[in-house]
């Protein structure tokens, strides 16, 4: 893994979002060289995938939201839990 991958795995969602806002601002401005261009879409990317991958963990939090008889949430569990 590479130090910048490594580095973006300990963002949270919102350090990532806000860093991957950055890179699209500085792409889209057209200010950087093509070297500089190519090192941003890549951050870009792995930003993405970092944001991707804790929005989809989110969700599967939400899904394993236990209901009683009535449908009232009375907790949660692991969304990888065996049954789940």
């Given at each position: ?11 949270s ?6 860093a ?17 261009s ?41 969304f ?5």
């Amino acid at each position: 893994m590479s130090e910048q991958t490594a580095d973006i795995s300990q963002l949270s969602y919102e350090q990532a979002l806000a860093a991957l806002e950055d890179v699209v601002r500085k792409l889209e401005s057209g200010e950087a060289a093509l070297d500089e261009s190519i090192a941003l879409y890549e951050r870009g990317e792995h930003l993405r995938k970092h944001c991707q991958a804790r929005l989809d963990a989110a969700q599967a939090r939400i899904e394993a939201i236990v209901a009683d008889a009535e449908g009232r949430a009375t907790g949660t569990r692991p969304f990888d839990e065996p049954g789940a």
